[in-house]
């Protein structure tokens, strides 16, 4: 396995430091072709989260945006109406990490596609510009729903419907990407110590997280998309450390 590290705390921000030795050294039980890239606080895989997450230690939370099993699409054009989710075909990635989860979790998921065994459940109001769907019925698939399960959350009783609008294509760099202000608001209510996103795509979970001073550990399957959270990660470190 590879491992880079890119802006210590400490030592002002460098650049992934692909190829040199001292930094790449294996980790006990991960698998070869894997790539870990340590950012501060954040520790991000490149490779199968089904073969990672069983070589992590403890985490506290997981907070996450698994594949929905509905293998989605846009249906309006534009950059991402042909999009492919890795995973998406079914909801087995979903069911699977569930089945394993031993700490409290917070999952995405569809309205159309059968919920996880769950404590609770809220609604992600996603906003006006959102829900082409059937544009001859006259009520818009807007919303998704987020899944909680376990115990430890806190904070103010607020309501179960999060109005926070989604990005709009133009600004995403994921075709799923999920708003920064929204992870923000769950992650506030987590319990303490390390989250993990075992799907992180465009690493939105690990952007909130570190913003929060929390700890986080994210695992994302495409390079694409690795390479994209590894960069934004990167750049909320940043801003982090500015203030
Ligand atoms: C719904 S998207 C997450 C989007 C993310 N919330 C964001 O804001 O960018 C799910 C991600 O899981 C990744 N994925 C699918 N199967 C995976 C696996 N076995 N291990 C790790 N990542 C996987 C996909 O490539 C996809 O980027």
Redesign the pocket.
């Known amino acids: 396995m590879k491992t880079h590290t890119r802006g210590n705390p400490t030592h002002g921000l460098s650049k992934i430091s692909k190829g040199i030795p001292s930094l790449l050294h294996a980790v006990a039980g991960v698998p070869e072709m894997t790539e870990r890239v340590v950012i501060g606080d954040a520790v991000l895989y490149h ?4 073969e990672i997450l069983p070589t992590l230690g403890r985490v506290d939370c997981v907070v996450t ?4 099993g509905c293998s989605a699409t846009t249906g309006r054009g534009g950059a991402y109406d042909k999009f492919e ?3 998406d075909k079914d909801t087995g ?1 979903r069911d699977w990490l569930v089945s394993v989860l031993s700490c409290p979790w917070i999952m995405f998921g569809s309205p159309r596609i059968p919920r996880p065994p769950c404590k609770a459940v809220l609604v992600w109001n996603k906003g006006e510009h959102t829900g082409m769907g059937d544009l001859s019925f006259p009520w818009k698939p807007d919303f998704e729903e987020i899944y909680i399960n376990g115990d430890g959350f806190a904070g103010p009783r607020t309501s179960s419907v999060l109005a926070v609008n989604a990005r709009k294509d133009s600004g995403r760099e ?1 075709p ?3 708003p920064v202000h929204l992870l923000s608001a769950l992650i506030r209510k987590c319990p303490p110590g390390t989250i993990l996103d ?8 690990g952007v909130a997280a570190v913003q929060m001073g929390r700890k986080f550990i994210g ?4 390079r694409k ?1 690795f390479d994209i959270a590894c960069r934004r990660i990167d750049d909320a470190q940043k801003q982090v450390r500015l203030f």
């Open positions: 490779g199968d989260c089904l945006d698994p594949p929905y989710i890795a995973g990635l994921h799923t990407e999920k075992p799907f992180m795509g465009s690493g939105t979970t695992i994302e399957i495409e998309y």
